[in-house]
């Protein structure tokens, strides 16, 4: 991790945070995917997001974190070209290819769709590279069934299935482990990163929890209106916290992130902020 | 057995609207329209007032008031003031109520207003057989030209955005895809019952399909099949034939219910 860093790079280590480790990314190795700057967006007259700047780039992982509210899904769906944002700019890759998994997808019984057919959209997609897929995601049993008939995490499964047959440059993952349960969302963490190694893809991925990471993020974002602070994610198994919460059983996948915040949320957002990363 | 020439023309007629309706219909049964087709309807007859009032052909002029609505709809669902289901019952019955003030004002004209609203399938001369199987042709390349697209954006309409599908356009053109279809059904059904055409054989092609393709196949196969039930129907029994076809319809929904439940059952009991 250290020799990434950069000669340039000055080290960030921040003496005024008490927990002793790095709260910093690796400066990051693969080409900028796409970039927000200075983003600002506002929503009948409130600010959901005030100055927000994100980049992610290939073969990198980034946590997008905050309390609810917070303005992530806003993030998201600026990024995503869903809404135009008020100020500052968002720079893509030319011929950016996305794969979205979303929140909630729910298929009403009314549409016949099996797993097959559900793989092929919006384009087809030969067979064999459907099962493929399916294998690779865990799920190949459902190839046949009706995608309403799966459980919660057999359907996160094929969502990532059918993201990741678009073959894309950047996956972009809204809560993929929510409805799961503990052992599932390790799984699938694990199996997030795995694809990655594969692929070489970016990832944005959007998280409900504030304090538990994919263990292989290598920068959380954490949002509530701007950034608040940024850094890589401490493995699980250095974490007092996680150690207290789980009782010494590691759970592979996971890791926790420790908040750096130099302010407070009780004054409004008139004044820019630094995130740590800056500082 | 050997038929009148008109009882062939409305075979062919029909038949050429149950083919694109039925793949159309399952869109309006998958994105929840049907109000919005009945809006579109409605509005059709409007078309005729305004046609007759003008002095332009009739089927363009439904086309265009169709599409003129279907489009007005689209623009005013982004507000937020008046409820979607509101907005379509002030145009869907707005638009009937002026049509027919219209109507009544042309007193030169002799208007029958009941093949209008309910359609004349046994009248059918050989442009109307032009109009549906151009305009058919038409709305079903359309449909086939966007039905990925479509798809996915009934699906999850964020997701089609995010992976690069240009919504507006996709939505647009599937706006003028049922307005054409609105306008040559109206020649076999009628205004009052075009949706019937739309949304039944479509419920029930769900049962026996598997992927939404089949679906669509299915309809189409359910829509003939009602329209030939119907006006053989409607020649034994000398009963209207837009109306016969629709209760055909429902007869062919009922049925499939029941078999369909059978079926169901056998095979639990089987397993």
């Known amino acids: 991790m250290e020799d990434i860093l950069s000669d340039k790079t000055p080290n960030f280590s921040d003496p005024s945070c008490g927990c002793g480790h790095d709260h910093n990314a690796p400066e990051p190795s693969g080409e900028p995917l796409i970039q927000a700057e200075n983003l600002t967006i506002n929503f009948g007259g409130k600010t959901a997001i005030h100055d927000v700047s994100l980049t992610v780039h290939k073969n990198e992982i980034v946590t997008l974190i905050g309390p609810n509210g917070a303005g992530k899904s806003t993030l998201l769906r600026a990024l995503l070209q869903a809404i135009k944002p008020t100020k500052g700019e968002i720079w893509r890759k030319h011929g950016l290819v996305i794969g979205y998994v979303p929140q909630k997808l729910n298929i009403d019984p009314i549409m016949p769709m099996t797993v097959e057919r559900f793989l092929s959209i919006p384009d087809k997609r030969p067979l064999s590279e459907r099962e493929t897929a399916l294998k690779d995601v865990g799920a190949h049993h459902t190839l046949k069934q009706a995608v309403q008939s799966l459980s919660g995490g057999e359907f996160q499964r094929v969502l990532l299935a059918r993201a990741i047959l678009r073959k894309p440059d950047l996956l972009v993952l809204d809560e993929p482990v929510q409805g799961v349960d503990f052992q599932g969302q390790t799984e699938l963490y694990k199996l997030i990163s795995r694809l990655k190694e594969q692929s070489g893809f970016g990832i944005l991925m959007v998280s409900h929890d504030l304090h538990i990471v994919m263990a292989e993020t290598d920068r959380v974002v954490c949002i509530n209106g701007h950034v608040c602070c940024s850094g890589a994610p401490t493995q699980v198994s250095d974490s007092p916290e996680y150690l207290a919460l789980f009782g010494g059983q590691t759970k592979p996948g996971l890791a926790v992130y420790h908040h750096l915040h130099d302010h407070s949320h009780d004054s409004s957002h008139d004044h820019p902020h630094t995130t740590s990363d800056q500082a | ?140 390349s359309l449909l086939a030209y966007i039905w990925k697209d479509l798809l996915a954006l009934t699906l999850h309409e964020e997701l089609a955005r995010a992976e690069g599908i240009n919504v507006m356009l996709i939505q647009t053109l599937f706006m003028i895809t049922v307005a054409i279809v609105i306008a040559i059904a109206m020649k076999v059904v009628g205004v009052l019952l075009i949706t019937s055409l739309l949304i039944i054989p479509a419920a029930a092609a769900r049962r026996f399909a598997k992927t939404p393709e089949q679906m669509a196949v299915i309809a189409s196969l359910i829509g003939s099949l009602s329209i030939i039930i119907g006006l053989f129907g409607s020649l034994e029994w000398d009963t209207p034939s837009g109306p016969s076809i629709v209760v055909a319809e429902v007869i062919l929904f009922l049925s499939g219910l029941i078999f369909g439940g059978l079926l169901m059952s056998k095979s639990r009991r089987l397993s």
């Open chain 2, 1 to 140: 057995m050997i038929f009148e020439d008109f009882f062939l023309r409305a075979l062919v007629a029909g038949i050429g609207v149950a083919l694109i309706s039925g793949p159309l219909g399952c869109f309006v049964v998958w994105r929840r329209m049907a109000y919005f087709g009945d809006t579109l309807a409605h509005s059709a007859l409007l078309g005729v007032a305004l046609g007759l009032l003008l002095g332009f052909n009739l089927t363009v002029g439904i086309i265009g008031t169709a599409i003129m609505i279907a489009l007005t709809v689209t623009l005013f669902q982004h507000q937020k003031r008046i409820a979607s289901d509101t907005l379509l019952g002030i145009m869907a019955h707005s638009s009937l109520a002026i049509s027919l003030v219209v109507l009544g004002l042309l007193q030169g004209y002799r208007v029958d207003l009941l093949s209008y609203l309910f359609g004349d399938v046994l009248a059918v001369n050989y442009e109307d057989i032009y109009w549906i199987y151009g305009g058919g042709a038409v709305a079903l």
